[in-house]
């Protein structure tokens, strides 16, 4: 089945440590996101790339980085240097380079928290 | 700058009751697209539907029909005949046609719906 699958489901973080949440998807998709979801809250983009080897910042990127060395994959680094990291997580992509009137394809999340 | 409201945080009915989600948007852009996604435990978001902002008619799929009133910026969901796995949170979205992609989609916080038995 095609989708994205988003690995662990649940991460816990040591103060000082980076961790690196996994999107992978095979839908054959230019775009990809990564989202911040607080408890009440709607979703916040933090980073995302239209095409391999490019990606930008969204509105919350700082203590965030990420790398698209391959189509199907989207990795997001959480760093030290961000401060208040617990949050779920989620993965997208869309078809045609993201434009305005794209859907969304998700993956069904990771739950990040700090021992 | 665009964006969403969902003023109601959490519904609760019991089930086979209709059950309306509210959605209001804010924007400058004349060409924009609305969404709807459900998000139901299990944590991934799901498509539900979309709208351009040149086509106001109203759509129904099944239980579920949207409400799109450009006069009222609104862009109301409602479920007819409510079921136990329509438990989810529900989101609503805005794309603007003219200023980007969909980067620039900005989600309202979420309508918590509990369909009791």
């Known amino acids: 089945d095609g989708g994205i699958t988003q690995s662990p489901k649940y991460l816990f973080r040591k103060e000082g440590q980076n961790v690196t949440l996994s999107c992978e998807q095979n839908?054959?998709?230019?775009?990809m996101y990564w989202y911040r979801q607080d408890p009440g809250q709607g979703l916040r983009l933090i980073y995302y790339?239209?095409?391999?080897?490019?990606?930008q910042k969204g509105d919350i990127a700082e203590g965030y980085s990420v790398s698209r060395e391959k189509k199907e994959s989207f990795p997001l680094t959480v760093t030290s240097a961000q401060k208040n990291p617990t949050a779920f997580y989620l993965c997208a992509s869309s078809s045609d380079r993201g434009l305005a009137n794209e859907k969304l394809f998700f993956g069904s999340g990771t739950q990040l928290s700090v021992l | 700058a665009q964006k969403v409201t969902q003023a109601q945080t959490e519904i609760s009915v019991v089930e086979k009751e209709d059950v309306t989600l509210d959605c209001v948007y804010e924007?400058?852009?004349?060409?924009?697209?609305l969404f709807w996604y459900k998000q139901p435990p299990s944590g991934e978001l799901v498509f539900l539907i979309r709208r351009n902002s040149f086509d106001e008619q109203n759509e129904i799929s099944g239980r579920y029909s949207w409400n799109f009133q450009k006069s009222t910026s609104s862009f109301n969901f409602t479920i007819t005949a409510s079921q136990v796995v329509d438990s989810a949170v529900y989101f609503c979205a805005l794309s603007e046609g003219t200023q980007g992609g969909s980067e620039k989609l900005v989600f309202g916080k979420g309508t918590k719906l509990t369909v009791n038995p």
């Open positions: 790339s239209q095409i391999v080897n490019d990606f």
């Open positions: 839908l054959n998709h230019d775009a």
């Open positions: 924007t400058r852009d004349t060409t924009y697209y």
